[in-house]
């Protein structure tokens, strides 16, 4: 059964940094691309960052681009999301995602929250 379970959000003040991890299980994790999406309230799910199966090759949405960093560590099923010079339209929840055999999979999201 796949899982990804994401930690490490919370409250920030603005030009704070968070880093958020996502546990995934279930699946050979080293043979898929991750991504990170975020949801802010009333608006749609956005995507923000993805990383190839190895790590060779990340993608950014533009609003977070020099700012945020995706990596992984395979060895740990984990992939991690650096976020830095935090700004209060980075508010929302924040998604780990998995596409696997096929089928679209979700962690249960992290709050991150910026406000002095």
């Known amino acids: 059964q796949v899982q990804l379970v994401e930690s490490g959000g919370g409250l920030v003040q603005p030009g704070g940094s968070l880093r958020l991890s996502c546990a995934a299980s279930?699946?050979?994790?080293?043979?898929?691309?991750m991504r990170w999406y975020r949801q802010a309230p009333g608006k749609e799910r956005e995507f923000v960052a993805a990383?190839?199966?190895?790590?060779?090759?990340?993608n950014y949405a533009d609003s977070v681009k020099g700012r945020f960093t995706i990596s992984r560590d395979n060895a740990k099923n984990t992939v991690y999301l650096e976020m830095n010079s935090l700004k209060p339209e980075d508010t929302a929840v924040y998604y780990c995602?998995?596409?696997?055999?096929?089928?679209?999979?979700w962690g249960q999201g992290t709050q991150v929250t910026v406000s002095s």
């Open positions: 995602n998995g596409r696997v055999r096929g089928y679209e999979y």
């Open positions: 990383i190839t199966s190895e790590g060779a090759h990340t």
């Open positions: 279930g699946f050979t994790f080293s043979s898929y691309p």
